[in-house]
């Protein structure tokens, strides 16, 4: 499925592009907006890499990953990124990972793009299982998954390896069935 167009009320989901490095630098080169994650700040040519390998992606056959761009519908500006990809080990599953840029945090957008991402994977995708792992100190992410609907199943221990120390990973998770009762 190509290109990936996805929009709410603030929000817009799409295809990452090339011109797109310099917004998700702000994203992805920022200690503060990288805390959580599972990586360390990465420099520009990193993040070239990420979009050159996201837009390749974007056109495989079968595709099995799904990096987008989170844009706010009224300036167009990239304010995010969300991500989906097919889990070879479950049927009908993917993993779900999102990051936004500081300055919008608070402002419900996470909760907005996660269901663009859910409602896109469930819809779109068919797909059955949709999961995604957070630091257990990200509460703001435990709150956004919660809130659409998202079970938290367990931790995986010593799951991420980040500034040398192996961090645990919380799992959450929410099927076809359950995203379709809430909607």
Not at 130 to 155: C, D, F, H, Q
Request: aromatic share 6%; charged share 25%.
């Amino acid at each position: 499925m190509h290109p990936v167009t996805r929009s709410s009320a603030r929000l817009g989901l799409r295809e990452l592009a090339i011109a797109d490095v310099e917004a998700l630098l702000a994203i992805y080169g920022s200690a503060v907006a990288t805390e959580h994650l599972s990586f360390e700040p990465r420099n520009r040519e990193q993040v070239e890499q990420v979009v050159a390998r996201s837009v390749t992606a974007a056109t495989a056959i079968p595709r099995t990953e799904y990096a987008l761009a989170i844009v706010e519908t009224e300036t167009a500006e990239l304010i995010g990124s969300g991500r989906l990809a097919l889990d070879p080990h479950q049927e009908r599953g993917a993993t779900l990972g999102f990051a936004l840029h500081p300055d919008v945090w608070g402002r419900g957008f996470g909760v907005e793009a996660v269901r663009l991402l859910l409602e896109f994977g469930f819809n779109d995708l068919r797909l059955h299982r949709i999961w995604g792992a957070r630091s257990p100190l990200n509460k703001a992410s435990a709150k956004t998954m919660s809130a659409v609907g998202m079970v938290e199943e367990g931790t995986i221990r010593e799951h991420v390896l980040k500034a040398g120390t192996w961090r645990d990973s919380v799992v959450h998770a929410i099927t076809d069935r359950e995203f379709s009762s809430r909607s």
